[in-house]
């Protein structure tokens, strides 16, 4: 019997009764690598049939993760305007983007808010703007909504926008975790998601659920383990990872 297959057959009736519960003790459930490769496999098949097409390498691994404590982390408005004033432009002829990252990098050390989980994430142009990113990763994991964005004109930093959680520490406890195919088999079960998907990345982040987060006027929060989907243009969907 191939036993692979038959858990895939058993997925879709499962999504069918909605009991994504027991879909993800049988999908997460592999002997081994192997059969987790094949169940992959099956799962793509199955969510093709579903107008659900996957683009990209999906993660064969998955471990037991622990939450991640993390602390809102904000600058007072007054102090990061005296230092967005105290800029001075940089002359034309080296306004290039080496020297452009060199400058965001010196004005965040400035601000005493460089660390080791600032991470570069992107640096894109817009007519005579330049646009630079960085996100924010703790022990290899990125760390969602969680980002510094600074928008560079005529030489200086013209707009500054951070929102940023810093990591404390791990929880004691690991649990068990979904694997990649259980979260989109979970996402094909979504009964909101457009018709068409094309699923263009999936990766294990540290996300806080919006709808339980507070903002700004939280100091201390809890992140869990959830795969990220990116999808149909970079549009996001996240599906916690804890099997429960």
């Not at 690598?33 to 199955?46: F, H, N, P, R, Y």
Request: aromatic share 10%.
């Amino acid at each position: 019997m191939d036993w692979a297959k038959a858990k895939t057959i058993l997925l879709a009736a499962l999504i069918t009764a909605n009991l994504f519960l027991v879909v993800v003790f049988v999908v997460l459930k592999a002997e081994n690598s192997a059969d987790e490769a094949k169940i992959q496999q099956e799962t793509i098949a199955l969510l093709a049939e579903k107008n659900i097409i996957v683009e990209t390498e999906i993660p064969l691994k998955h471990e037991n993760m622990p939450v991640l404590n993390v602390k809102n982390d904000r600058l007072e408005e007054s102090f990061l305007t005296r230092k967005l004033e105290e800029q001075v432009p940089m002359p034309l002829e080296f306004r290039n983007e080496e020297n452009y990252l060199s400058m965001t990098e010196a004005f965040l050390k400035s601000c005493g808010i460089w660390t080791e989980h600032v991470v570069f994430d992107s640096y894109t142009t817009e007519e005579n703007r330049v646009i630079i990113s960085y996100r924010n990763e703790y022990e290899g994991h990125r760390i969602e909504d969680s980002s510094i964005v600074c928008v560079i004109e005529n030489g200086v930093i013209s707009e500054f926008d951070r929102h940023w959680l810093t990591p404390i520490n791990f929880g004691r406890t690991e649990k068990a975790t979904v694997s990649a195919s259980g979260a989109l088999v979970s996402f094909m079960g979504d009964k909101d998601r457009p018709e068409k998907i094309i699923i263009e990345s999936i990766e294990m982040v540290y996300w806080i659920d919006s709808s339980t987060y507070e903002g700004d006027s939280t100091i201390s929060d809890t992140a869990f383990p959830a795969w990220k989907i990116l999808y149909n243009n970079g549009q996001v969907r996240h599906v916690l990872a804890y099997i429960e």
